[in-house]
C-alpha cells in the first residue's frame, strides 16, 4: 500500500513524491528528477533508513548490491541509474516500472477466490527465471569476473 506524503521532500536533485515500501534497513520513494528546462523523470529512490547509515556491513552490502545491479540490462532486472549519499543516507536511482506488484494483484484475487492458471504461473516463473540467469551470467565489464 502506498503512503501518500504530506510535504515533498527535495533529496539531491531528486524530489521524493510517495513512499512505496518500507522494510526493516530501507525504505522505496517514487521521486522525480529535477531536470532542466522542467524535463522531469519519474524513479525509484532506495535509501538506506538513518539508524543503519553509520553500520559499515550493511552500507558494503547496499554498494555491492548497487555495484552488481548497474552492470544488469534484461527487460525482466530494474536498470539502476546511481548510487551515491545524500543528507547521510546511502541511497540508490532505479528505474521507476509503473503498476501493481505481485503482491498486490494476488491480494486482490483472494478476494474474489480467484487464483493463476497454470499457463500464467509458468509464464511468470519463466520470466522472473530468465532476469535472474541473466543476473547469474552477467560479468562486471571492468574486470570480467562474474
Same mark, same amino acid.
Not at 521507476?96 to 499457463?119: A, C, H, P, W, Y
Not at 530468465?130 to 569476473?145: E, M, P, V, W, Y
Given at each position: 500500500?502506498?503512503?501518500?506524503?504530506?510535504?515533498?521532500?527535495?533529496?539531491?536533485?531528486?524530489?521524493?513524491?510517495?513512499?512505496?515500501?518500507?522494510?526493516?534497513?530501507?525504505?522505496?520513494?517514487?521521486?522525480?528528477?529535477?531536470?532542466?528546462?522542467?524535463?522531469?523523470?519519474?524513479?525509484?529512490? *532506495?535509501?538506506?533508513?538513518?539508524?543503519?547509515? #553509520? &553500520?559499515?556491513?550493511? /552500507?558494503?552490502? !547496499?554498494?555491492? =548490491?548497487? *555495484?552488481?545491479?548497474?552492470?544488469?540490462?534484461? #527487460? &525482466?532486472?530494474?536498470? /539502476?541509474?546511481? !548510487?551515491?549519499? =545524500?543528507?547521510?543516507?546511502?541511497?540508490?536511482?532505479?528505474?521507476?516500472?509503473?503498476?501493481?506488484?505481485?503482491?498486490?494483484?494476488?491480494?486482490?484475487?483472494?478476494?474474489?477466490?480467484?487464483?493463476?492458471?497454470?499457463?500464467?504461473?509458468?509464464?511468470?516463473?519463466?520470466?522472473?527465471?530468465?532476469?535472474?540467469?541473466?543476473?547469474?551470467?552477467?560479468?562486471?565489464?571492468?574486470?570480467?569476473?562474474?
Amino acid at each position: 500500500m502506498m503512503t501518500q506524503m504530506s510535504n515533498f521532500e527535495k533529496f539531491g536533485k531528486y524530489i521524493l513524491l510517495e513512499k512505496l515500501a518500507a522494510g526493516g534497513m530501507a525504505e522505496v520513494y517514487l521521486a522525480k528528477s529535477a531536470g532542466t528546462g522542467g524535463v522531469n523523470k519519474f524513479v525509484a529512490i *532506495k535509501r538506506i533508513l538513518p539508524q543503519f547509515s #553509520s &553500520n559499515q556491513e550493511f /552500507i558494503d552490502m !547496499f554498494h555491492e =548490491e548497487a *555495484k552488481v545491479s548497474v552492470n544488469l540490462t534484461h #527487460s &525482466n532486472v530494474v536498470s /539502476i541509474y546511481e !548510487f551515491g549519499t =545524500e543528507k547521510g543516507q546511502f541511497f540508490i536511482v532505479m528505474e521507476f516500472v509503473e503498476g501493481r506488484n505481485l503482491r498486490q494483484i494476488i491480494n486482490e484475487m483472494k478476494k474474489s477466490n480467484k487464483t493463476f492458471s497454470l499457463d500464467q504461473a509458468v509464464y511468470m516463473i519463466k520470466e522472473a527465471a530468465a532476469g535472474l540467469n541473466h543476473a547469474h551470467r552477467c560479468t562486471d565489464s571492468q574486470s570480467g569476473k562474474p
